[in-house]
């Protein structure tokens, strides 16, 4: 790819993972909020704790292992490929809410870059053919693979847009403040490239991944009777 050809992709990647896309990703914490509000995460260290394992031990099987999947799928334009990878992903979401965040999610990209003239992009909106099997990352995929971003700088991205928002959450929510916060940001970042890594080494068998805390947060978020977040 000329120089050219690559700096507009990473301009592309940097629109697709800049808080400012119009999906509502903010609107989400994941079961981190239960989960302060129960004193399981108190501190700065909790937050780190928490974030750490959920990278490896949920992206990195699941979201970024499937992502790989989906971006070579939309590739070759299998959209059955697409269609089976992305219903995967929505049914290992554990919990009614986490599963309403996906598609909810999968939805506003799918009608962002319908907007935007991606072909492709409607059949994923409410209505479409595929909306019932929508999920974010195969959005994510679908605009990656149009924009000529590489299957790992666009896996990466989609690991770093989880990461800030669930730091940006934690931010309101400890709280820890925006320095701490950028801080904490710039630590875990740094564990991305290698998740990414390991993600794409997994084999179809290999797949999957759970933690029972965060089903727990998850869950209790459901029934939380103030809150400010929608997961």
Not at 30 to 47: P, S, Y
Not at 65 to 90: F, P
Not at 103 to 128: K, Q, S, V, Y
Request: hydrophobic share 50%; proline share 3%; charged share 20%.
């Amino acid at each position: 790819m000329a120089d050219a050809d690559q700096a507009l992709a990473l301009q592309r990647l940097l629109q697709l993972a800049s808080p400012s896309l119009p999906v509502g990703a903010f609107a989400y914490s994941e079961g981190l909020e239960a989960a302060v509000e129960r004193g399981w995460l108190r501190d700065e260290h909790d937050v780190r704790d928490w974030l750490a394992a959920s990278l490896e031990a949920t992206l990195v099987p699941l979201d970024l292992a499937i992502y790989g999947r989906l971006h070579v799928a939309w590739e070759a334009g299998d959209i059955a490929c697409v269609q089976d990878w992305s219903r995967y992903l929505l049914t290992s979401r554990e919990t009614a809410e986490r599963r309403a965040q996906e598609r909810h999610l999968g939805h506003a990209l799918a009608t962002l870059l319908d907007g935007m003239g991606e072909a492709g992009a409607a059949d994923w909106r409410i209505g479409g053919a595929q909306a019932d099997d929508v999920s974010f990352a195969a959005l994510w995929a679908l605009a990656a693979t149009r924009w000529r971003i590489d299957v790992r700088s666009a896996a990466s991205g989609l690991a770093w847009t989880w990461l800030e928002n669930q730091v940006l959450a934690a931010v309101k929510l400890v709280p820890l403040g925006q320095t701490r916060g950028q801080i904490l940001l710039f630590e875990l970042a740094q564990h991305v490239p290698a998740a990414v890594a390991r993600a794409f080494e997994l084999t179809d068998k290999e797949l999957g991944g759970s933690l029972p805390g965060v089903t727990l947060a998850s869950t209790a978020h459901e029934t939380m009777y103030s809150r400010l977040y929608r997961s």
